[in-house]
């Protein structure tokens, strides 16, 4: 009898400590809105000087929120179903330093909140001491894909992603990016499957690969803006519109063949 007492005790507190554990790992990750994961800087990654590219910045960004969407169940598979999609409306990009080949870092995102059709997300990429390499803001709509038009956000679409918290404070810009009037034109861009997402448009980031491959070769970019205006598809011509200000800060009007605007690349050198 002593030993069933003994047994049924131990088997108690075992459970016990089972239900505490699964009980503070989901109420922390329900309190966690930070999302992460670790990598290393990749040859194929890499530009000319050995640094980690602008479009690879980016596409780590990308990345980092399509695996938290994956690992919380709110993917690809999950927006398709319910006809609806994350598009991306505008970017502000800080590079504080190009990684280097082989360098460790992290990548992480988290959500700053809603409003109306908008979302507003945050990114950082970090070195191995946990400075930053990369920071940005950027603001996303949600888009029905069979009314072809935006969805109001509802609370259940950001259950997923945790409490928003506060933003990054990269200063003031204007809300817009200002087209100059005078430009110079680069040579026209002809809309490949490479350059094409699971949306059937264009990448975000080979917008801005476009905009930075018409200007001067051997810019050290430390500052990105993008709007994103209308989606170039398949087949598409995309021609450059280049302005300096001469102070190392371009503008390029990203156009189709009559003029219309898929979106305007700000970048400071």
């Known amino acids: 009898m002593f030993y069933r007492i003994l047994f049924f ?17 989901k109420n922390q990750e329900k309190e966690t809105a930070m999302y992460q994961f670790n990598s290393r800087i990749r040859y194929s990654e890499t530009d000319e000087t050995g640094r980690l590219s602008v479009p690879g910045i980016i596409n780590y960004m990308q990345d980092c929120s399509t695996f938290q969407s994956e690992d919380r169940h709110a993917g690809v598979d999950f927006l398709t179903g319910r006809n609806r999609a994350w598009l991306l409306s505008s970017w502000r990009i800080l590079i504080d330093r190009y990684p280097r080949l082989g360098e ?6 988290w959500h700053c909140g809603t409003r109306g059709i908008y979302g507003y997300r945050n990114f950082v990429l970090l070195d191995q001491a946990q400075q930053p390499l990369v920071r940005a803001l950027s603001l996303w709509f949600l888009y029905d894909t069979e009314k072809n038009m935006p969805a109001r956000i509802q609370p259940e679409d950001m259950l997923p992603y945790g409490e928003p918290e506060p933003p990054l404070d990269l200063g003031e810009v204007p809300k817009k990016i200002r087209i100059p009037e005078e430009y110079d034109t680069a040579s026209a861009v002809i809309i490949g499957r490479h350059h094409l997402d699971t ?47 001469g102070s190392g800060q371009w503008t390029v009007a990203l156009v189709n063949e009559t003029g219309e605007l898929f979106a305007a690349v700000w970048l400071q050198g």
């Open 104 to 109: 460790e870092i992290a990548v992480g995102t």
């Open 199 to 245: 949306n059937h448009h264009v990448n975000n980031a080979q917008y801005v690969e476009i905009a930075k491959d018409a200007l001067p070769p051997g810019l050290r970019i430390r500052e990105i803006r993008a709007d994103y205006k209308r989606a170039a598809l398949l087949g598409d011509t995309v021609i450059p519109r280049i302005s300096c200000s």
């Open 9 to 25: 005790i131990h088997s108690l507190y075992h459970r016990c400590v089972m239900w505490y554990t699964m009980k503070m790992g």
